[in-house]
């Protein structure tokens, strides 16, 4: 059974302070690894899709990145609007298996 | 562009009630799913469709139907609410063919349902 797992459930972080967010994961047959960044009352939004081992992918302040068990999502000097929850997700065909989260709080 | 709509936004059934869910998309996107998520539990796959006329289980089925007749819509039916249903519900869809994961989902901003 596909199961992924996020850490930490929740991270506090003063504006400027660099931290990362793990994804592991253990899956039949990877085919993707997804993060999505989720606004509260609103639906998650895709961020980066990673395949392979060593890939990494930027986006602003955000760099995503995968081994073979594990991704993670580097936030370098966060901002106050990048407070959200993190999604990361994985798997095979149509039946993508998600973590539960890591709530981000990005104060001044 | 607008999506993926889902409405309602918010709904309170009784317990035995009965409700659909409505989620449609205009990026003619051949595949949709139906996910609840509930705090600290991530996002549950309940039914999820390739096209139109077909559909399938995913992880959490019971107590839920789906149809889809259209390439657009892909409501949700819930028969005979239980407290147990009480979640936010997400529809979402994405391009492409074959049984890959590739493309990214694309959700709506969820209906939040709470059945007393």
């Known amino acids: 059974e596909d199961q992924v797992t996020q850490s930490p459930e929740a991270l506090r972080l003063q504006e400027g302070e660099s931290s990362s967010l793990n994804c592991s994961y253990t899956?039949?047959?990877?085919?993707?690894l997804f993060w999505y960044r989720q606004d509260p009352g609103k639906g998650p939004e895709f961020l980066f899709t990673l395949y392979s081992a060593g890939e990494e992918k930027e986006k602003e302040r955000l760099k995503a990145t995968l081994t073979k068990k594990e991704s993670f999502l580097h936030i370098t000097a966060p901002k106050p609007e990048d407070s959200a929850t993190y999604l990361c997700g994985t798997g095979g065909g149509n039946k993508l298996t998600f973590g539960t989260g890591t709530q981000l709080k990005v104060e001044l | 562009n607008a999506g993926v709509t889902q409405t309602p936004k918010f709904r309170i059934l009784k317990i035995g009630q009965s409700m659909t869910l409505q989620c449609a998309q205009d990026?003619?996107?051949?595949?949709m799913y139906w996910y609840r998520q509930d705090p600290g539990m991530g996002l549950k796959l309940i039914y999820y469709?390739?096209?139109?006329?077909?559909?399938d289980k995913g992880e959490v089925p019971n107590g839920y139907n789906v149809s889809r007749s259209t390439t657009e819509d892909f409501p949700l039916r819930l028969e005979l609410a239980a407290p147990s249903q009480t979640s936010v519900y997400f529809c979402?869809?994405?391009?492409?063919?074959?049984?890959?994961?590739?493309?990214?989902?694309?959700f709506g901003n969820g209906t939040r349902l709470t059945v007393t």
């Open positions: 899956v039949s047959g990877l085919r993707g």
């Open positions: 979402a869809s994405r391009s492409g063919t074959g049984g890959s994961y590739n493309s990214p989902l694309h």
């Open positions: 469709s390739v096209g139109a006329g077909i559909t």
């Open positions: 990026m003619n996107h051949n595949y």
